[in-house]
């Protein structure tokens, strides 16, 4: 099949975002899009969101494709790159995204619900990691983006599983960082604060209410506030001195 990318800042850039179908995610496919990236759009969910995503990102004239993967899995990460590969060519940038959010004290908490949480938000962003890197180096190239969270960086009551995943992505993107130094390639974590999601609507309310009193901004973000971010970090020369770094659209929660 014939390529086609756009003009603007990624006009170079082909990139696989996962958790595409919502939220934060579709923010960034659509940003992605309408800086000119041809673009991989995953996501595990069933139903027409990806499909909708995917016509709006192609709405802007590059190649997108959308495909159906569950990133906690090996083999559907696997043939979730084969797909990429053979529709788009060598994947430049991948924005690990997907991510789930429950919530319970930990001695309520099953081993369940932590494995769960480990397995989707923590080893899919090393599964994807993994297999995008080879072609990366070979290249020279390569920007790889990851989605942690504030939680990860304060805590959270209720969300303990959520901040171990979390600070272990924020972990583990430091040493990616330092183990591709001086190849081409970067790493680097952006921690939103609380963002207008489906996601976020899984919290209690009582969780919300104490959070939101505490920010500095006294509000919640949108998803189109957290996806420059992303393209930034994805953008030649804004992204090109950046690595191993935490980038905090949180609404001031966290202050580094
Ligand atoms: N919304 C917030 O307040 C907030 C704050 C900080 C960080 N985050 C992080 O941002 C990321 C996106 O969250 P969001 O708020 O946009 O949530 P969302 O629920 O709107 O979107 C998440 C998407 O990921 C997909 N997904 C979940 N598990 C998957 C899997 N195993 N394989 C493939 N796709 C999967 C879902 O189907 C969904 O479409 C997550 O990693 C989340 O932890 C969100």
Redesign the pocket.
Known sequence: MAVMGGTGVLAERTALV??A?????AAIALAFAEAGARLCL????AGPALDEIRAQCAAFGNDVVALH????DEADVERMFADAREALGFVDVLVN?????TESHIVDMSTAMFDEMIS??LR?VFLCSRIALPPMLEAGFGRIIN?A??VGQRGGAGLAHYAAAKAGVIGFTRSLAREVGGTGITANCIA????N????GTLSEEWTKSLFAGLPLKRSGE?NEVAPTAVLLASIPGGNIYTGQTLGPNSGDVML
Do not use: F, H, K, Y
């Open positions: 996962t958790g179908a919502s939220g934060i995610g995953v996501d595990r969910a993967a569950d990133v906690s995204n997907a991510g789930i959010l989707i938000n899919s989605i969270s504030q939103p604060g609380p963002i999601t489906p996601l976020g998803p």
